[in-house]
């Protein structure tokens, strides 16, 4: 190519992008601008969203503590309400004569907790079960109703905190020993001193004791025995490792295979025959002397040949009750312990 065509090529390029030249100086000015621009966007945007940060927290805290405010308001009253709620249960079950009595009663449940480490709710769960049961007198001046149902709520609650049950579950206690074996509230707390000292003294506990005595506990009056006397046998099984459950069974059999008398089946009439013993001459015996009559069989049963006990123990007494029984036959000696313990108050009062 000679020099002339060269110069030629170089002032056509040149003539050619000259144009493109200014444009793309132009186009360079304006991304350096729309960058400059986007630039100060973003430290605009980043210094709105530290700035809207900040207020959304404050928003955020200030919320929290209004939050905090309210739950505390309402942790607060909640006792309140609670104790109103269970004020209703009583008026429920329990009538005045004088509406303004309600009150009353109110406050000295209110008193009561300043002396007892329960709180006005559960007290008066309380004093709800005895209404419930039918253990207030409607006859009664609504003073007299009052003081009878603050002093229950007052043993109830006592009898929680030494059984280590919840109040409530000392009231519905309380209250089924009232109604059904027909306890005054002075010998329901004599019953509950010696179920403490029964369960302090033995192998067992309050919990377990007050669960047997609710399932069977009417059934001892019909065996021939004290409610005492029940309580002692019942603590004996329970002592001898059997659940409140088991132990219960154990007793509804024992008691009911010892005062069938002509109704005794053949192998039960077997196995007191075996023990030198006559069915309907025990069931007599159960009416006068129920605890030397049982205290008797069961030394009885213990004499026998071990081959032959297990069986005399099934069919006198049924087999779900054979393995609660069993064990006492080891320790007869016990079941004595208990029955002269509950036999005078002064032991356990």
Do not use: C, H
């Amino acid at each position: 190519m000679t020099d002339l065509n060269v110069q030629m090529i170089l002032r056509l390029v040149d003539r050619v992008t000259k144009p493109a030249q200014g444009v793309m100086r132009t186009m360079e000015r304006v991304q350096n601008a729309i960058g400059e621009g986007g630039n100060a966007a973003m430290r605009v945007s980043e210094r709105l969203d530290r700035a809207v940060g900040t207020q959304a927290r404050i928003a955020q805290s200030q919320a929290l503590q209004v939050a905090g405010i309210g739950a505390s308001l309402a942790a607060s009253l909640k006792p309140a309400i609670d104790f109103e709620q269970a004020m209703a249960g009583v008026k429920k079950v329990i009538g005045f004569d004088d509406d303004g009595a309600y009150a009353k009663l109110g406050r000295d449940i209110q008193e009561m907790t300043t002396r007892l480490p329960f709180a006005a709710e559960g007290l008066t769960d309380i004093v709800a079960a005895a209404g419930r049961a039918g253990l207030i007198n409607d006859a009664l001046p609504d003073d007299e109703k009052i003081a009878q149902l603050t002093q229950f709520a007052e043993i109830a609650a006592k009898m929680g905190t030494a059984f280590e049950i919840s109040a409530n579950d000392a009231g519905e206690a309380l209250a089924r020993w009232q109604q059904i074996l027909g306890m005054t509230q002075d010998e329901s707390v004599q019953y509950a001193d010696a179920l403490n000292f029964l369960a302090n003294s033995m192998t067992t506990t309050e919990r377990e004791l007050v669960e047997i005595t609710q399932r069977v506990g009417s059934l001892g009056e019909l065996a021939g025995l004290s409610n005492l006397d029940f309580l002692a046998l019942a603590a004996s099984l329970s002592a001898a490792g059997a659940p409140a459950e088991i132990a219960s069974t154990a007793l509804k059999n024992m008691t009911n295979a010892l005062t069938r008398g002509e109704s005794a089946t053949e192998r039960q009439s077997e196995v007191l025959g075996q023990l030198g013993m006559d069915a309907v001459e025990l069931a007599e015996r159960m009416q006068v002397d129920a605890k030397g009559s049982i205290l008797e069989v069961l030394d009885a049963l213990a004499e026998l040949p071990a081959a032959k006990r297990n069986a005399a123990l099934g069919d006198l007494f049924g087999e779900e009750a054979k393995s609660a029984i069993g064990p006492l036959l080891t320790n007869i000696d016990g079941l004595r312990q208990a029955f002269e313990n509950v036999s005078a108050s002064e032991n356990y009062a």
